[in-house]
């Protein structure tokens, strides 16, 4: 159990266009989606926490207006990264977690490589 | 504020060897603590957790930890490696228990030798 999918798993695309990456909670509803970013060789880097229905909280630093983050249901959660720019090329990592009164284990998507030209 | 550092960005070890990996941890209120392994190009898997109750808890793979908080330490151990267990482990805590975020640390790499 407690399965996330990430799609798509790499992605190349053109500088100035956008890339929409899903992560889905297969076997279980996810109140709370997470996102991160890696870069390589470093520990993941908190973006946004996302609650299904409402707005995603951003870390500090973190452009909302870059990364637009939709969390429409309990099993889906969307990052669309607006006008992609090398620097943005970057391994992103989802998680859920089905929440409840304790601190619940996250749960991890398998990544998606972003590679911007 | 709450962290974790993780002793070692690079531990090697010969297989069928003890395998340890440190992570301590500052925490101001009862931590939550978390190990996870990365292998190249994947997400992140859960080793094992600590909430609350029995100290040491015992993970997947072997694996097991032991929460200490005298030493606020959560150091990961196997008593033999495995040439599969080489990967990224990262150490984590939570910094909130309303919002579940995660800190992590900031990994440990670690080799088995033939």
């Not at chain 1, 996810?30 to 390589?40: D, E, G, L, S, V």
């Not at chain 2, 531990?11 to 603590?33: I, K, T």
């Not at chain 2, 990224?88 to 910094?95: L, P, T």
Request: charged share 15%; aromatic share 10%; hydrophobic share 35%.
């Amino acid at each position: 159990g407690a399965v996330v999918s990430q799609h798509p798993s790499w992605v190349i695309c053109k500088s100035g266009t956008s890339v929409k990456i899903e992560c889905r909670s297969l076997d279980f509803q996810a109140t709370t989606m997470f996102w991160y970013r890696q870069f390589p060789k470093q520990s993941l880097m908190l973006m946004a926490t996302s609650n299904e229905g409402s707005k995603a909280t951003y870390e500090q630093g973190v452009e909302k207006d870059k990364f637009l983050i939709n969390h429409a249901s309990l099993t889906l959660s969307t990052l669309t990264v607006t006008s992609a720019h090398p620097e943005d090329s970057s391994f992103y990592i989802c998680s859920a977690s089905a929440g409840g009164s304790s601190p619940d284990t996250q749960y991890f998507g398998p990544g998606t490589r972003l590679t911007v030209l | 504020a709450q962290s974790v550092t993780q002793l070692g960005s690079h531990v090697s070890v010969s297989e069928g060897a003890l395998v340890l990996l440190r992570c301590n941890y500052s925490s101001s209120v009862p931590p939550y603590l978390f190990w996870y392994v990365q292998y190249p190009n994947q997400g992140l898997q859960l080793l094992l957790k600590y909430t609350t109750g029995a100290t040491l808890v015992k993970g997947i793979n072997g694996f097991e930890a032991e929460f200490k908080k005298s030493e606020t330490s959560f150091h990961l151990t196997k008593p033999s490696a495995h040439m599969s267990d080489a990967a990224e482990y990262f150490c984590a805590v939570i910094i909130s228990s309303n919002t579940g975020k995660l800190i992590f640390g900031q990994g440990t790499t670690l080799q088995v030798k033939p």
